[in-house]
């Protein structure tokens, strides 16, 4: 039940013919909410993509699918997790197209869509139809002057994504070379993560949602964003290395919302007139770091249009985004989920789940 999940489901997807365990489903929501709980620096919905797709596939072994349809039936359960985790149906679709299946292939399509949209019903009937961030005002572009800022801010947030990509394995790399037993190895990691909470910034504890409502209404110092970037990039390193128990896509969501903001703290110090409100900076380096870190530009355009409801911000947060994903897949061919894959020698995807494109060779 350790890391953060997405990996194991796209090996199964690619090797299995989506078969997971029904287990899955039960151990890793504890294990996750263990290690939420307890305050490891993970997110919610890396478990919920494992546990969704888990669901699925449990459904298709036993109704007796084939393994293309049981793939299917992964799919739906991950875009419908992730539809009803952050209110957003369209990016719980992308995401298991984009991350999951690899493929865009129409025959998937609509099953998947159904999925997304039933689940995201369900959940906004219990939870309400509020975005997950609520902004305070909307942004927008407030001069064509800042996509020369928005470049730059997509170059920055790729290089970020980078270093995030590396230190995640890095230190899951050299936990699992220590002659330690795991018991020990969490005390360790635990121990390491509280004294970067304790010593640094509370902020890095659990999803860290609060920090990023911070960030996005301009209410955090320059200087904290920038040391809250490199903490919890620290911080979710550790607590994956120790074997805990959460997703990557949320610490991505904090890491980009901090050096975003930064970035806009320091524009509109140099650039009063020129720049929208350091919120906006905010709001684009959460989507721009998530698609370089999981090379899935068109999730990180939607799910950020989603979870904010904010329509205007659209031009230069695409802008930004194509830049940072085009910057760390130029630099690294791996994305965070990736190079577990490549490992396990599973990077390509199932025949036939490939569409027409994907199979012929121009």
Do not use: C
């Amino acid at each position: 039940a350790q890391g953060h999940g997405v990996p194991e489901v796209q090996y199964a997807i690619r090797k299995l013919g989506g078969r997971i365990r029904a287990r899955v489903a039960a151990v890793k929501a504890l294990a996750s909410a263990i290690s939420i709980g307890s305050g490891g620096s993970v997110g919610r919905e890396g478990p919920i993509v494992q546990i969704g797709s888990s669901l699925g596939s449990t459904v298709g072994q036993a109704v007796g699918l084939g393994p293309e349809q049981t793939r299917i039936m992964v799919a739906a359960g991950a875009a419908g997790a992730i539809g009803a985790t952050f209110n957003a149906p369209i990016a719980g679709v992308m995401f298991a197209m984009e991350v999951i299946l690899g493929s865009f292939a129409a025959r998937s399509f609509g099953l998947v869509v159904i999925a997304s949209v039933t689940a995201t019903a369900i959940s906004q009937a219990v939870l309400g139809r509020a975005p997950a961030f609520e902004l305070i005002e909307p942004f927008t572009l407030v001069s064509e002057w800042e996509f020369f800022l928005y470049l730059a801010l997509g170059v920055f947030t790729g290089l970020i994504a980078l270093a995030y990509v590396q230190s995640v394995y890095f230190f899951e790399d050299s936990f699992d070379a220590w002659k330690l037993s795991p018991g020990w190895k969490a005390l360790i990691g635990g121990l390491g993560v509280g004294a970067l909470g304790f010593f640094g910034s509370p902020h890095i504890f659990g999803v860290g949602h609060e920090g990023v409502e911070l960030a996005l209404r301009g209410d955090l110092a320059l200087t904290l964003m920038l040391g809250l970037v490199l903490l919890k990039i620290l911080a979710t390193s550790v607590t994956l290395g120790a074997g805990g128990s959460g997703g990557v896509f949320a610490p991505a969501l904090f890491i980009g919302a901090m050096a975003g903001g930064a970035f806009g703290k320091a524009a509109n110090q140099v650039l009063p007139n020129l720049t929208a409100p350091p919120g906006a900076y905010a709001l684009v380096g959460m989507a721009a770091l998530i698609a370089a870190a999981a090379h899935a530009p068109i999730t990180g355009i939607i799910i950020l249009f989603e979870m904010t409801d904010n329509y205007r911000i659209i031009l230069p947060l695409m802008f930004a985004v194509v830049v940072a994903h085009l910057m760390a897949s130029a630099i690294y061919q791996d994305s965070i989920y990736s190079i577990k894959l490549r490992r396990r020698g599973a990077l390509a995807a199932p025949k036939q789940e490939m569409g027409v494109l994907d199979l012929l060779l121009v």
